[in-house]
């Protein structure tokens, strides 16, 4: 899925790595509360709730866009494949090191672990056009509206729809977040002739920056979080 840095689209880029700026941002205030050096409510208060959402958001949406992006010509199998064991490789190992780190709030299904998913079942509406939109809408209403028992099962949980947020540090269904998957896959024509547009940006040195950051966003998002808790535990 990943092209030669000289193919790729600087704006597509760029835009995921503001995703990753927001990211570490989050993460880093998160530490902050969790080594008691700040005082912020991750859980409850609406500010961090919905910067979470946002950047949720952004992600997945580029999640829908980069697989438009992948598969204009033909799908490259090997790189595809070489980047889906990647993802669930890492998403393994978030799990391991949650469990250890966080004991019982383990990160089952987390961004990782949906972006896999969702790279293998958005292929199946690669040719959807006008129905990526009407039914990534309805996904993400139904997702965020709809709520039953039957899916509080911890064999169930990855599909979202429970009547209550799992104890765990990182949560991403397949309801309602492939909703914004669809999303993506629905603006990803449209994203693309605009970045074509728009290459002229990575003349300035804000947006290599970003687009370098979009290019190695899963090395980022590994490694981020160990470097400023052992900084954090140095410090404290």
């Not at 899925?1 to 880093?28: C, E, K, Q, T, W």
């Not at 946002?54 to 997945?60: A, D, K, T, Y």
Request: glycine content about 8%; proline content about 3%; aromatic content about 16%.
């Amino acid at each position: 899925m990943n092209s030669p840095v000289r193919r790729r689209l600087v704006f597509i880029d760029a835009l995921r790595g503001v995703a990753i700026l927001l990211m570490v941002v989050y993460h880093f205030c998160f530490d902050l509360s969790h080594f008691r050096l700040a005082d912020f409510d991750f859980y409850n208060d609406p500010f961090w709730l919905n910067f979470r959402t946002l950047i949720l958001s952004m992600f997945l949406l580029l999640v829908g866009v980069s697989l438009v992006l992948a598969s204009r010509k033909t799908l490259d199998t090997r790189r595809y494949l070489n980047r889906l064991g990647l993802l669930l490789g890492s998403a393994m190992l978030v799990t391991v090191s949650t469990w250890w780190m966080f004991g019982d709030r383990f990160v089952f299904f987390g961004v990782l672990h949906f972006i896999a998913l969702a790279s293998v079942l958005g292929l199946l509406f690669l040719r959807a056009g006008w129905l990526n939109l009407v039914l990534g809408i309805v996904l993400v209403a139904v997702g965020s509206s709809y709520q039953s028992s039957w899916f509080d099962e911890p064999g169930r949980r990855w599909i979202g729809l429970m009547t209550h947020k799992p104890a765990t540090e990182d949560y991403v269904p397949l309801l309602p977040w492939f909703g914004v998957v669809l999303l993506g896959l629905f603006v990803g024509p449209w994203l693309y002739r605009l970045a074509q547009r728009w290459q002229g940006m990575g003349d300035f040195r804000v947006a290599q920056w970003l687009a370098f950051s979009g290019r190695h966003s899963l090395l980022i998002y590994m490694l981020h979080q160990p470097l400023m808790i052992g900084a954090l535990t140095l410090l404290t």
